[in-house]
């Protein structure tokens, strides 16, 4: 698929980890379409840190597979936020995930997939990024369905 057909997707660190680890679930499906050229999988350089960081940590047997398989997937990587940015995000999300969400407003994206729903499914985070922000099976659900459906 040509690269401007292609939906640019902003993948959080748990869709990241949760991939790796389980190569059947919603998150592995997402990363497949990324590595097909389907999706262009975009994350900010907090996202790549907190994975390897994750893996290393928790997963260390699968620390070098984790670094290929990126290396394979090679994904957007969406410019640091500014200061300013990161500030701003941080009055209506957990401080944690603020670098994140200030990271996917300034990119020009058609989703954001988390499984964090807890932090980012909020109305005001919603409001504050004004693009889907949905876990991975619902991502995949509206994904086969522009496809089945186009308009």
């Not at 690269?3 to 997707?9: D, F, G, I, N, T």
């Not at 050229?37 to 994750?54: H, N």
């Not at 699968?62 to 990587?77: C, D, G, S, V």
């Not at 997939?113 to 409001?127: D, G, I, S």
Request: hydrophobic share 50%.
């Amino acid at each position: 698929m040509a690269a401007e057909e292609r939906w640019p997707v902003f993948v959080d660190t748990n869709v990241l980890v949760a991939g790796l680890l389980s190569r059947t679930g919603a998150s592995a499906a997402i990363l497949d379409l990324g590595e097909a050229e389907e999706l262009t999988i975009v994350v900010s350089q907090q996202v790549l840190v907190e994975a390897d960081r994750t893996i290393l940590i928790k997963f260390p047997h699968l620390i070098e597979h984790y670094r290929t398989f990126m290396k394979n997937l090679a994904p957007l990587l969406a410019n640091d936020p500014s200061t300013h940015a990161v500030h701003e995000a941080k009055r209506i999300i957990h401080p944690n995930d603020a670098p994140i969400l200030a990271a996917a407003r300034q990119e020009t994206l058609d989703y954001l997939v988390t499984l964090n729903t807890r932090h980012f499914a909020t109305p005001k985070v919603r409001a504050f990024l004004s693009i889907p922000i949905v876990p991975p099976a619902e991502f995949l659900l509206a994904f086969r369905n522009f496809w089945e459906h186009p308009k």
